[in-house]
């Protein structure tokens, strides 16, 4: 069974700029997961979606943050403009349906904003 | 707002010790997951504990969870080099319902194994 992709795996950009990261979750998974984990702290959830809609975005900076999962599979995140504190790892995960959690995460985009 | 604290943060270690890895939660639960993590890598599930009482076991790492505590422990046996890696615990709220079942995540335990 194939787990869950992303990409890109590395992003540098400078402070202002545009960024978006692209996650294929597991094949018939309908919750998909959206996480920022800075250095040295856990994962802190951005925004949840059930098959193509968002259950969960409180922790979402909306002012600069979006999402979307327009054919419940696929799904993008989107940072514009992009601030340095926005430095982090973007965890994609996500699991068969929401009450069987356990959540399968993808490798990451770690981005680096100068 | 749930709060989940681990400790310790940082555990340095010697192979073949044992070593117990602490998870405390704010608010009433009874579905708590482990997760592991290599330097530059992913999260690996390791235990899924969905009921007071739960404990589980892997080679090395034994699990359990008391939710009238609302506190887990991953215990850690005869520890060898290859469990070097950060261990989370994430917590699930007990009065998710519907279809939001969010998980909130610790700060992890980076432990080092020596030789």
């Known amino acids: 069974e194939a787990g869950v992709a992303q990409s890109p795996r590395y992003k540098i950009i400078e402070k202002r700029q545009s960024v978006a990261f692209w996650c294929n979750p597991i094949s018939g998974h309908a919750t998909l997961y959206w996480y920022q984990q800075i250095l040295g702290q856990g994962p802190k959830l951005l925004i949840q979606f059930q098959n193509n809609g968002v259950v969960d975005d409180s922790q979402l900076p909306k002012d600069r943050f979006s999402a979307e999962r327009l054919k419940g599979v696929d799904s993008t995140l989107k940072i514009q403009p992009a601030k340095l504190e926005d430095s982090a790892v973007y965890l994609c995960?996500?699991?068969?349906?929401?009450?069987?959690?356990?959540?399968?995460f993808g490798p990451g985009t770690r981005l680096t904003v100068l | 707002e749930l709060k989940v604290e681990q400790n310790p943060l940082f555990l340095s270690m010697q192979e073949g010790k044992n070593y117990t890895i602490y998870c405390n939660y704010s608010t009433t639960s009874d579905r708590l997951y482990w997760y592991r993590q290599d330097p530059g890598k992913s999260l690996e599930s390791l235990f899924v504990?969905?009921?007071?009482?739960a404990v589980k076991q892997e080679g090395r790492l034994m699990a359990s969870l008391d939710t009238k505590a609302r506190l887990s422990t991953l215990h850690i046996t005869a520890a060898v080099h290859d469990l070097s890696a950060t261990y989370f615990c994430?917590?699930?709220?007990?009065?998710?319902?519907?279809?939001?079942?969010?998980?909130?995540f610790g700060k992890g335990t980076l432990l080092t194994v020596n030789p």
């Open positions: 994430a917590v699930e709220p007990g009065n998710s319902g519907g279809s939001n079942y969010k998980l909130t």
């Open positions: 995960a996500s699991s068969l349906y929401p009450s069987h959690n356990e959540q399968f």
């Open positions: 504990l969905l009921s007071n009482g």
